[in-house]
């Protein structure tokens, strides 16, 4: 392909611009050749999948108020118990399924042994959860019977 011009004077320079015709054309080529090919390549197969119905597990896990008062009576739901007592209570509830929550209700004039025994049977029993119900204005415990 020779390339030239009508002017007189010879061009010495070589030609410094890309010729992008052919690019196009096969870029445009491309294009045709996937939109073509494209919908055979989406093949699907069909499963019959099982169906399943489930319920969601609203179980819900009943809960213990325990308090302790600041002179270390112990009291389960409101009622009055002595520490052989509450570890039956504790185990048996350890074997409750779903295992209830331990809600421990402190006196500030409480001693931490107390709790401490506490926590420590609550956990060998089997109850996990436990969780400390606090009042912000420091008001004394006060046990009150569950309904």
Same mark, same amino acid.
């Given at each position: 392909m020779a390339f030239g011009s009508f002017h007189s004077k010879p061009n010495t320079a070589p030609m410094a611009?890309?010729?992008?015709?052919?690019?196009?054309?096969?870029?445009?080529?491309?294009?045709v050749i996937f939109i073509i090919t494209a919908p055979?390549?989406?093949?699907?197969v069909k499963i019959d999948l099982p169906k399943a119905s489930s319920a969601p597990n609203t179980?819900?896990?009943?809960?213990?108020q325990f308090a302790i008062d600041g002179d270390g009576r112990?009291?389960?739901?409101?009622?009055?118990?002595?520490?052989?007592?509450?570890?039956?209570?504790?185990?048996?509830?350890? /074997?409750?399924?779903?295992?209830?929550e331990l809600?421990?209700?402190?006196?500030?004039?409480?001693?931490? /042994?107390?709790?401490?025994?506490?926590?420590?049977?609550?956990?060998?029993?089997?109850?996990?959860?436990?969780g400390f119900v606090t009042d912000p204005s420091g008001a004394p415990v006060t046990v009150a019977p569950k309904p």
């Open positions: 611009e890309i010729n992008v015709i052919p690019l196009v054309d096969i870029m445009l080529v491309l294009l055979l390549l989406t093949h699907a179980q819900k896990a009943d809960n213990i112990m009291y389960w739901n409101g009622e009055s118990l002595a520490m052989p007592e509450l570890i039956q209570r504790l185990r048996a509830a350890g /074997q409750q399924q779903p295992t209830p809600h421990l209700r402190v006196d500030r004039q409480a001693r931490y /042994q107390v709790i401490a025994e506490v926590m420590s049977e609550a956990g060998k029993a089997g109850l996990s959860k436990i």
